[in-house]
């Protein structure tokens, strides 16, 4: 089989199911697996439906349930779910699920069936894997997290498992564009004071106000840590209200979740 069989076979298993959720084209793995869900195949009501799967919402709880046993079936284990605080801190998964929810915005492993996931509704989903197959993982990367350096971070923390940048792949998911996030002048300075290059990633509108594209910043990121193969970006969460949620455009909203896992038997 080809290196992006794995993407075929999980595409074609969502369109079977009346999913339209996006599956990574990558030169990842063949061990590698990804996706992230979209509003699409869930029982939620309202300005959650229909497949929210965040915790920290006001949705119905038996909704939120069924989705995520919904997400679950479609995976080889429960997905490890992070508690996002917009830092930078990155959860090393092993086989045995932590005591605990990690306080963290990004988890990195190198166990088969782990599955390392984040949620979002705006910020960036990054997702992250090894070419030879030795490690994967996601971060969640909001302006905060960014700038931070929660990208720099979840790459150091791949590295410790023994996938240094120049192995790595990395995949954005769905998150705001370059043509409905507006910022102020402190989201500048948080990316501009550290990197003056950054700029050209914010386009003065008004007094006081640019476009910041976020999925930009994000590749500079990854390329300035050395991950040079940097694929997706392409899907604006606040301009497609049919796909996604955002946050930014609802303020009541779902959140969607991209996961990532080493499958035990690769293709």
Same mark, same amino acid.
């Given at each position: 089989?080809?290196?992006?069989?794995?993407?075929?076979? @999980?595409?074609?298993?969502?369109?079977?199911?009346?999913?339209?959720?996006?599956? #990574? %084209? =990558?030169?990842?793995?063949?061990?590698?697996? *990804?996706?992230?869900?979209?509003?699409?195949?869930?029982?939620?009501?309202?300005? /959650?439906? $229909?497949?929210?799967?965040?915790?920290?919402?006001?949705?119905?709880?038996?909704? @939120?349930? *069924?989705?995520?046993?919904?997400?679950?079936?479609?995976?080889?284990?429960?997905?490890?779910?992070?508690?996002?605080?917009?830092?930078?801190?990155?959860? +090393?998964?092993?086989?045995? #699920?932590?005591?605990?929810?990690?306080?963290?915005?990004?988890?990195?492993?190198? %166990?088969?069936?782990?599955?390392?996931?984040?949620?979002?509704?705006?910020?960036?989903?990054?997702?992250?894997?090894?070419? &030879?197959?030795?490690?994967?993982?996601?971060?969640?990367?909001?302006?905060?997290?960014?700038?931070?350096?929660?990208?720099?971070?979840?790459?150091?923390?791949?590295? $410790?498992?023994?996938?240094?940048?120049?192995?790595?792949?990395?995949?954005?998911?769905?998150?705001?564009?370059?043509?409905?996030?507006?910022?102020?002048?402190?989201?500048?300075?948080?990316?501009?004071?550290?990197?003056?290059?950054?700029?050209?990633? /914010?386009?003065?509108? &008004?007094?006081?106000?640019?476009?910041?594209?976020?999925?930009?910043?994000?590749?500079?990121?990854?390329?300035?840590?050395?991950?040079?193969?940097? %694929?997706?970006?392409? =899907?604006?969460?606040?301009?497609?209200?049919?796909?996604?949620?955002?946050?930014?455009?609802?303020?009541?909203?779902?959140?969607?979740? +991209?996961?990532?896992?080493?499958?035990?038997?690769?293709?």
């Amino acid at each position: 089989m080809t290196r992006d069989a794995p993407a075929r076979s @999980l595409g074609e298993r969502f369109r079977a199911e009346g999913l339209d959720w996006l599956v #990574p %084209e =990558w030169e990842a793995h063949t061990s590698v697996r *990804a996706f992230a869900t979209t509003r699409s195949g869930g029982t939620s009501q309202g300005p /959650f439906a $229909t497949m929210n799967l965040g915790r920290a919402t006001a949705d119905d709880p038996a909704a @939120l349930a *069924a989705n995520r046993a919904r997400l679950s079936a479609l995976l080889p284990a429960a997905p490890v779910w992070l508690e996002q605080v917009h830092g930078t801190a990155v959860a +090393t998964l092993h086989a045995t #699920p932590p005591a605990t929810v990690p306080k963290a915005d990004a988890a990195v492993t190198r %166990e088969p069936d782990v599955v390392c996931a984040v949620l979002t509704a705006d910020c960036v989903p990054v997702v992250f894997a090894s070419r &030879t197959g030795r490690a994967v993982g996601v971060a969640h990367a909001g302006w905060r997290g960014l700038a931070g350096g929660v990208v720099e971070a979840t790459v150091d923390a791949l590295r $410790t498992l023994d996938a240094p940048p120049s192995d790595l792949v990395a995949w954005l998911g769905p998150a705001i564009g370059p043509t409905a996030f507006e910022v102020g002048a402190d989201v500048v300075a948080a990316f501009c004071d550290r990197h003056a290059d950054d700029a050209r990633c /914010f386009v003065p509108r &008004t007094a006081g106000k640019w476009l910041a594209d976020l999925p930009g910043l994000a590749r500079r990121r990854l390329h300035a840590a050395g991950v040079a193969a940097v %694929e997706g970006g392409r =899907w604006c969460t606040s301009t497609d209200d049919a796909r996604f949620y955002s946050y930014r455009r609802d303020r009541t909203s779902g959140r969607m979740a +991209t996961v990532v896992w080493l499958a035990r038997r690769a293709v």
